[in-house]
């Protein structure tokens, strides 16, 4: 078996250099809970983190409309607020994700919001909050598939000289 030619490496060196751009597997930590008129404290504000990694689910699942079964999380959502019939509140902490469609206003994830809604058959006055930026609210890191591929591409280009 002969050595690999010169363009032989450089067109792997290239095709792995591509690959760093790709980023998937991506997914988001998100707390998870509903606490209905404080019942639940580790879930209510003041939130204080420091005590709820038993909430915390890495990473973060959620449905996609239109599909069946549980996909990797894009943002996290938060609502807060009272119910209009009888003024307990209410907080949920959850995660969600874009289901592909053009318009904003059945994607929660893409815009906050504060006023009425409908949430589980009752109405609430509050806000919709949803963040992607940072885990537990929140965005993830690839895994190190990318610090493999540029040791590999740093190989090739090391023995091609």
């Known amino acids: ?20 751009f790709i980023h998937n597997g991506y997914s988001i930590d998100c707390f998870k809970c509903v606490s209905n008129n404080g019942a639940n404290r580790a879930c209510d504000d003041p939130f204080h983190n420091n005590y709820s990694t038993a909430i915390l689910e890495s990473p973060c699942m959620g449905g996609r409309k239109g599909r069946d ?14 119910y209009d019939d009888n003024g307990e509140t209410i907080t949920v902490r959850g995660c969600a994700l874009d289901s592909g469609t053009l318009t904003t206003d059945t994607e929660i994830i893409r815009m906050s919001h504060c006023g009425k809604f409908y949430y589980d058959n009752r109405y609430v006055h509050g806000c919709l909050q ?3 930026d940072a885990d537990a609210c929140n965005g993830s890191h690839p895994k190190d598939v990318e610090s493999l591929l540029l040791s590999v591409a740093l190989l090739l280009l090391a023995t091609a000289r």
């Open 1 to 20: 078996m002969s050595a690999p030619t010169s363009m032989e490496i450089s067109c792997c060196l290239v095709l792995l250099l591509l690959l760093l």
């Open 130 to 132: 949803s963040c992607s």
């Open 69 to 82: 079964g549980l996909f990797p999380a894009t943002a996290c959502i938060k609502i807060a607020g009272y």
